[in-house]
């Protein structure tokens, strides 16, 4: 299984706000991460839209948690980000499966998806963000 990268995005953000007391705006964060602003304004906004980030507009504008870091599941952020309708063909895909019903692929698949994100419930921002001090130090050094 591989994650999308607005998930993989969106953590990365979440990790390097939770690093910082301060407002980071999606400029700084995609100068640092190396990313596209673009691809990292579209999650921002979505991050916004799920309540967890607060966004200020501005020159002095960007972007901090919304909660504490130990107030954010990390099983909910991969839930928001990913569409796992589609994981396959018979899990509520478009295409149907002529052998849809008489395998046991579906229950399979759909329990070790239960599995991973039951695994992701977890944890926490405060989990995954758990040297604060080393992330942004990395952060820092990235564009040196």
């Given at each position: 299984?591989?994650?999308?990268?607005?998930?993989?995005?969106?953590?990365?953000?979440?990790?390097?706000?939770?690093?910082?007391?301060?407002?980071l705006s999606?400029?700084?964060?995609?100068?640092?991460?190396?990313?596209?602003?673009?691809?990292?304004?579209?999650?921002?906004?979505?991050?916004?839209?799920?309540?967890?980030?607060?966004?200020?507009?501005?020159?002095?504008?960007?972007?901090?948690?919304?909660?504490?870091?130990?107030?954010?599941?990390?099983?909910?952020?991969?839930?928001?980000?990913?569409?796992?309708?589609?994981?396959?063909?018979?899990?509520?895909?478009?295409?149907?499966?002529?052998?849809?019903?008489?395998?046991?692929?579906?229950?399979?698949?759909g329990g070790?998806?239960?599995?991973?994100?039951?695994?992701?419930?977890?944890?926490?921002?405060?989990?995954?963000?758990?040297?604060?001090?080393?992330?942004?130090?990395?952060?820092?050094?990235?564009?040196?």
């Amino acid at each position: 299984m591989q994650l999308s990268l607005k998930t993989d995005y969106a953590l990365r953000m979440l990790m390097a706000l939770a690093s910082t007391d301060g407002i980071l705006s999606v400029d700084w964060m995609a100068e640092h991460y190396g990313i596209s602003r673009n691809h990292l304004a579209k999650v921002a906004q979505q991050l916004n839209a799920a309540g967890l980030v607060q966004t200020t507009r501005g020159r002095s504008g960007g972007m901090q948690l919304a909660r504490p870091p130990e107030a954010i599941n990390v099983g909910a952020v991969v839930r928001e980000f990913e569409r796992f309708e589609g994981f396959v063909a018979c899990m509520g895909g478009e295409a149907a499966c002529t052998i849809d019903g008489a395998c046991g692929l579906k229950p399979a698949l759909g329990g070790a998806l239960e599995a991973f994100l039951a695994h992701l419930d977890r944890f926490t921002l405060a989990d995954i963000a758990r040297k604060p001090d080393a992330i942004r130090q990395r952060l820092l050094a990235a564009t040196a």
